[in-house]
T-cell receptor
Framework: DTAVSQTPKYLVTQMGNDKSIKCEQN?????MYWYKQDSKKFLKIMFS???????INETVPNRFSPKSPDKAHLNLHINSLELGDSAVYFC?????????????FGPGTRLTVT | LAKTTQPISMDSYEGQEVNITCSHN???????ITWYQQFPSQGPRFIIQ???TKVTNEVASLFIPADRKSSTLSLPRVSLSDTAVYYC????????????FGRGTSLIVHP
C-alpha cells in the first residue's frame, strides 16, 4: 500500500497550458507539502498545509495554486505553464508541522513544458 | 532559522565507513537534526533523527557533539547502493519551520 502517491508520474505539456498534479497520503498525517526539484537537483519547498490550512507559501508565482480538499489530499494546479516550470514535483506528508517530524515523500511528478 | 552547511560531494569505496558532517552553528534549543537520503528519480527518504549525543538505527548512526553546532551521519561499510544524495535538516516543531533541503551531499560509492 503506497503511503504517499502522486498522479500523474509524467506530464508533458506545452507552454501556456493549465495542468494539475494530485497527491494523496494514507498515513493519517496532518501536514502535507509540495516541493520542486529543478534540473540542478535543488530541492525547494513550495507550500505546506496543516489540517487543510496553508502554513507555508514560499515565494511561489501565483500561477501555482495548491488546494487541500481534506487532510489526505493536496493538489497543485499550475496556470499558464512556462518553460521554467519544468522540474520534478514532490509531495510529502508528516504527522505534524515542523522539523521534529519525519516527512514521507511521494515518487514525484516529472513535468516537462515544451 | 538554523542554516546548514554540508560538503557538496564525497567519494568512497565499497566496504568503507562514510562520515558526512553537517554544520549548523545557530541551531536553536528546540531544534532536531534530521537526515534524508535521495536516490535518482525518487523522493527523499528519512534515514535518522537526533537531538543530542548518539542515535543508531539499522541503517546509520548520528553523532551530535555537546554544543550541537554540527552533526555527523555515519554509514558503516557502504555498498554501491548507498550512492545517493544526503540532506541534513535542522528544525523544531511548529508551523514556522521552513524545511530547507538545498543541494545536499552527493555520495558516490566506487567498486
Amino acid at each position: 500500500d503506497t503511503a504517499v502517491s502522486q498522479t500523474p508520474k509524467y506530464l508533458v505539456t506545452q507552454m501556456g497550458n493549465d495542468k494539475s498534479i494530485k497527491c494523496e497520503q494514507n498515513l493519517g498525517h496532518d501536514t502535507m507539502y509540495w516541493y520542486k526539484q529543478d534540473s540542478k537537483k535543488f530541492l525547494k519547498i513550495m507550500f505546506s498545509y496543516n489540517n487543510k490550512e496553508l502554513i507555508i507559501n514560499e515565494t511561489v508565482p501565483n500561477r501555482f495554486s495548491p488546494k487541500s480538499p481534506d487532510k489526505a489530499h493536496l493538489n497543485l494546479h499550475i496556470n499558464s505553464l512556462e518553460l521554467g516550470d519544468s522540474a520534478v514535483y514532490f509531495c510529502a506528508s508528516s504527522p505534524g508541522p515542523g522539523g521534529a517530524y519525519e516527512q514521507y515523500f511521494g515518487p514525484g511528478t516529472r513535468l516537462t513544458v515544451t | 532559522l538554523a542554516k546548514t552547511t554540508q560538503p557538496i560531494s564525497m567519494d568512497s569505496y565499497e566496504g568503507q565507513e562514510v562520515n558526512i558532517t553537517c554544520s549548523h552553528n545557530n541551531i536553536a534549543t528546540n531544534d532536531y537534526i534530521t537526515w534524508y537520503q535521495q536516490f535518482p528519480s525518487q523522493g527523499p527518504r528519512f534515514i535518522i533523527q537526533g537531538y543530542k549525543t548518539k542515535v543508531t538505527n539499522e541503517v546509520a548512526s548520528l553523532f551530535i557533539p555537546a554544543d550541537r553546532k554540527s552533526s555527523t551521519l555515519s554509514l558503516p561499510r557502504v555498498s554501491l547502493s548507498d550512492t545517493a544524495v544526503y540532506y541534513c535538516l535542522v528544525g523544531a516543531s511548529g508551523g514556522s519551520y521552513i524545511p530547507t533541503f538545498g543541494r545536499g551531499t552527493s555520495l558516490i560509492v566506487h567498486p
